[in-house]
């Protein structure tokens, strides 16, 4: 069993930054795809964006593009999402999803067997 734990949300104004981090203690998520994904109130959970397992490529939902980098560490414990210039629309939970191998439909939740708990990301002035 994989336990996904995120990390690094918070209030922040119009224009900050962020950056949440996912992990699976005692685990390396070298052979993982991982991808975030965030909810908003009232919406379905929408794929921003995805790291490749073995050849780390990264993909980002179009809206997200340019803002928002994924990234992971060189021992492949943790994975990153950096988020700048964020918009109050932005304003989500935010959830870290891994699953072992290569993903073909990243931006779908049901690609991923494993998830974390979710940590919110509020922009507001």
């Known amino acids: 069993q994989v336990q996904l734990v995120e990390s690094g949300g918070g209030l922040v104004q119009p224009g900050e930054s962020l950056r949440l981090s996912c992990s699976a203690p005692?685990?390396?998520?070298?052979?993982?795809?991982v991808a975030w994904f965030r909810q908003a109130p009232g919406k379905g959970r929408e794929g921003l964006s995805c790291?490749?397992?073995?050849?780390?490529?990264?993909y980002y939902k179009d809206s997200v593009k340019g803002r928002f980098t994924v990234s992971r560490d060189n021992a492949k414990t943790t994975v990153y999402l950096q988020m700048n210039n964020l918009k109050p629309e932005d304003t989500a939970v935010y959830y870290c999803?891994?699953?072992?191998?290569?993903?073909?439909?990243?931006?779908?939740?049901?690609?991923?067997?494993?998830w974390g708990q979710g940590t919110q990301v509020t922009v507001s002035s």
């Open positions: 999803a891994a699953q072992p191998g290569t993903v073909i439909t990243w931006r779908a939740p049901m690609a991923y067997e494993y």
């Open positions: 005692g685990i390396s998520l070298a052979y993982y795809t």
């Open positions: 790291i490749n397992n073995n050849d780390g490529d990264t």
